[in-house]
C-alpha cells in the first residue's frame, strides 16, 4: 500500500523568508504523481504544485517549488518570500498511475508571523 | 465562485437520524469523489465515481450510501452514524476517467460539510 508521510505536524516561518516542507512516500511503482494541496480556513483544498514521477526536473510555480527525490521517496515543498495568505494547512498527496486513488499525508499547519 | 459547491457547510445529526450532504460540481468533468478528513489524520478516500459509475467504494460502512444521478451532481446518504463519523467530508471532481487513463489531472474540491454526530 502506498503511505504519505509528513512529519512536521506544524510549521513558522516569518514573513517574507523561506520554509520547506516535508513530505515522504512509500511506493513500489515506478510511475506517480505527486502533489502539494494547500486548505486555508475557508476548507476548499487548492492544489500548489504537481510533479510526474517520469520527469527529473523539480516543477516550479512562481514562489513554490519541490525537491523530488525519486530514489529517496522524498517530495519536499519550499515556499520563498512567505506571505500572510500562505498560512494555511499543506498536505502531500501520492496518485499511482492509471488509479483514482489519491492518498494524502496527515497535513502540516504552516503559520506565517508578521 | 469555487466550481465544486457542498451543502450543507455544517451539519449536527443525531445517531437516529437520516441526513444527506449533496454535491455539485459546475466543471463538466466526469468523475466525481467523497472524502472524509478527521483532524491529524490523512484524507481517506470514500467513493469514486466515474460517468456516474460506483468505481471505487474502499471499505466504507453501509451507514454511509453515495449516490450519483448524473455527472454534475453527488450525493451521500448517512444513516445510524456513530460519534466517530464525525469529519469533515469533502467532495472533489476530475476530468480525468477512473480507470485506464494515467492522467495527472488535480482534483477540484469544494468547501466540505462538517459533521458532528450526537
Known amino acids: 500500500a502506498q503511505t504519505v508521510t509528513q512529519s512536521q505536524p506544524e510549521m513558522s516561518v516569518q514573513e517574507a523568508e523561506t520554509v520547506t516542507l516535508s513530505c515522504t512516500y512509500d511506493t513500489s511503482e515506478s510511475d506517480y504523481y505527486l502533489f502539494w494541496y494547500k486548505q486555508p480556513p475557508s476548507r476548499q483544498m487548492i492544489l500548489v504544485i504537481r510533479?510526474?514521477?517520469?520527469?527529473?526536473q523539480n516543477a516550479t510555480e512562481n514562489r513554490f517549488s519541490v525537491n523530488f527525490q525519486k530514489a529517496a521517496k522524498s517530495f519536499s515543498l519550499k515556499i520563498s518570500d512567505s506571505q500572510l495568505g500562505d498560512a494555511a494547512m499543506y498536505f502531500c498527496a501520492y496518485r499511482r498511475y492509471n488509479n483514482n486513488d489519491m492518498r494524502f499525508g496527515a497535513g502540516t499547519r504552516l503559520t506565517v508571523k508578521p | 465562485e469555487t466550481g465544486v459547491t457542498q451543502t450543507p457547510r455544517h451539519l449536527v445529526m443525531g445517531m437516529t437520524n437520516k441526513k444527506s450532504l449533496k454535491c455539485e460540481q459546475h466543471l463538466g468533468h466526469n468523475a466525481m469523489y467523497w472524502y472524509k478528513q478527521s483532524a491529524k489524520k490523512p484524507l481517506e478516500l470514500m467513493f469514486v465515481y466515474s460517468l456516474e459509475e460506483r468505481v471505487e467504494n474502499n471499505s466504507v460502512p453501509s451507514r454511509f450510501s453515495p449516490e450519483c444521478p448524473n455527472s454534475s451532481h453527488l450525493f451521500l446518504h448517512l444513516h445510524t452514524l456513530q460519534p466517530e463519523d464525525s469529519a469533515l467530508y469533502l467532495c472533489?471532481?476530475?476530468?480525468?476517467?477512473?480507470f485506464g487513463q494515467g492522467y495527472n489531472e488535480k482534483l477540484f474540491f469544494g468547501s466540505g460539510t462538517q459533521l458532528s454526530v450526537l
Open positions: 472533489a471532481s476530475s476530468q480525468s476517467p477512473a
Open positions: 510533479q510526474e514521477a517520469y520527469k527529473q
